[in-house]
Every structure is written in C-alpha cells, then in structure tokens.
C-alpha cells in the first residue's frame, strides 16, 4: 500500500473507531434511542469523513515540498472512504442488536481493528507489538470510559 494512502487508511481507521464509539456509548447512554445512535452514526460517517478529510489534505498541503498534488489528493480520498466506511460499519450492530449488546459488540470490534492495525505499523517500524496495541487501546479506554459517564450524566437531565 502506498504511503498516502496508507495514511488515510490509518487516520480513517483510528478515527472512524475512536469517535464512533464515543458518539454510540454516548448516544446510547445519554438517550437510549436506536434511532437516534443509529442516525448520529451515519451522520459522523458523513460529516466527521469529510472534516478528516479536509484535515488531511490541508495537514499534507503544509508538510513536505516534496509531496505532490496527486499524493495529497490520495490521502484526501482515502481518509474520506476509510472514515466512511469504519465508522458505518459500526451501524450494523445498532441494527442488528439491542443497544446495550451493539455497544459490546461495537467495543470488542473496535478492539480488535485497533489491535490488529498497530501491531501492523509496529511491525512495520520493527517496534514491540505489544506496546503499540496496549498504548492504543489505553487512549481508546479513555474515550470509552469517558463517553460513558457524560452519557449517564446528560441522561439525568430533566429536558
């Protein structure tokens, strides 16, 4: 895979679980509505792709002279479609299951697609695999743990 593309691969991966699984936990906790957790889902796959994406491009156009157009516009894409992609893929449970059992499954799928990438680039980069998955999923458990509790927080209000 080329290295532009692997960029948005990996920047569309990370995001696409990080913050669609902070938006469902929240989402579930906070309303308990599938209709609402699944419409926020499609709407972060939408929405949250193309920002990325713009970031992207606008993260590429200020790094190296040496990057062509034609790259920058690879990482575009690409982090468009990946984002897009990961973060739908996170509907199906919400469709499929309860909210509490789509939020399970939603977690451990997001686990292991983090797992699985990082030990990738660790391997790529001859680091210890083991480092890159426990680091990423600390910060993953952070966004997890934290969306949870204002969740259950927002859900106590009297709106």
């Excluded at 992207?56 to 894409?77: L, N, P, R």
């Excluded at 990946?82 to 739908?88: N, T």
């Excluded at 509907?91 to 789509?102: E, K, N, R, S």
């Amino acid at each position: 895979m080329k290295i532009h593309i692997r960029k948005g691969f990996g920047f569309g991966l990370t995001s696409g679980i990080i913050t669609t699984l902070g938006l469902l936990i929240g989402l579930t906790y906070s309303t308990q509505s599938k209709k609402v957790v699944l419409g926020g889902i499609i709407l972060i796959a939408i929405a949250d792709a193309l920002s990325d994406a713009l970031g992207m491009h606008i993260s590429e156009e200020a790094g190296s002279k040496t990057t062509t157009e034609k790259q920058i516009w690879a990482s575009t894409i690409s982090t468009t479609v990946f984002k897009f992609l990961f973060a739908l893929t996170f509907a199906v449970p919400v469709l499929l299951f309860t909210l509490q059992g789509a939020v399970i499954i939603s977690v451990i799928w997001g686990i292991l697609l983090l797992s699985v990438f990082s030990c990738y680039i660790a391997k790529k980069r001859k680091e210890n695999p083991l480092g890159a998955v426990f680091e990423h999923l600390v910060i993953a458990g952070i966004v997890i743990t934290i969306t949870y509790f204002i969740g259950n927080w927002i859900s106590t209000w009297a709106i």
